[in-house]
């Protein structure tokens, strides 16, 4: 089993979607960038959750990477914590806050051994972090340890089943991040036993085909002018389990 050590430093030379911006990471030309993408390929992060519904609560990113989806919750006014065990990525978020002038408790932290009490938090979010991380059970506890009795804890991991990992093996496109230490895909039953304790969990498949910005060539152009159309042209009652991502709501 890979150590965290391992998944550490990985994550600090490959912090997520650094590549889609032309401009200097830090700057406020590259901050802008990264929401704007991140948004329109997780277009759907808006409609399921109301960033502006924690005004005056602690909400905690668990695997904050630069701050892009925390940087929401604060300007709904949260009282924002994020954690990431890359260093680069907390370097990068604090710069994104500061230059927001907006104030966030961001941290170096180990999302399997996260450095605060009991029932500390109101929402828990924990975006694409469980399938990069050596022990998921461990994190997924951890999360539900600093909620609140009441609150709500948000996972998402991929789909096994689903376009993007059956397109990826017959096109024989490696998946963003395939090198990683750790890269783990579920079922939906298997995402279920992580949740174990939890008094309440809803499933929600999502995450779509939409042009892409970061493949080129012959298989990039196939990709958005004839495979992304045609999917979703296809009746929803078919694809709607297929999606990449599978997202978690979960009560304590």
Not at 53 to 78: N, Q, S
């Amino acid at each position: 089993m890979p150590t965290n050590l391992q998944v550490r430093d990985y994550w600090n030379t490959h912090i997520h979607d650094l590549d889609i911006s032309t401009h200097k990471p830090g700057t406020k030309e590259f901050f802008a960038d990264l929401d704007q993408y991140h948004f329109e390929k997780l277009h759907h992060l808006p409609r399921l959750i109301d960033f502006n519904a924690y005004r005056g609560r602690k909400v905690l990113d668990v695997g904050c990477g630069a701050g892009t989806d925390l940087m929401r919750f604060a300007r709904g006014g949260a009282i924002v914590t994020g954690v990431d065990i890359s260093s680069s990525a907390i370097a990068l978020a604090k710069e994104n806050f500061a230059q927001q002038g907006l104030a966030a408790d961001l941290r170096e932290a180990d999302g399997e051994a996260l450095p605060f009490g009991e029932n500390e938090f109101d929402f828990v979010f924990a975006h694409g972090v469980v399938q990069y991380t050596a022990r998921d059970k461990t994190l997924v506890d951890e999360c539900r340890r600093v909620l609140k009795p009441g609150g709500t804890a948000v996972f998402q991991v991929y789909n096994r089943i689903s376009w993007l990992h059956a397109l990826s093996k017959v096109m024989k496109v490696p998946l963003e991040h395939e090198d990683a230490p750790v890269l783990k895909r579920y079922s939906a039953g298997e995402f279920r036993g992580l949740l174990t304790g939890f008094r309440d969990v809803r499933l929600v498949w999502e995450r779509f085909p939409v042009k892409s910005r970061l493949h080129g060539g012959w298989k990039g152009t196939a990709f958005n002018t004839f495979f992304v159309g045609t999917f979703n042209a296809l009746p929803k009652g078919v694809t709607r389990r297929l999606g990449w991502h599978l997202l978690a709501f979960c009560s304590k």
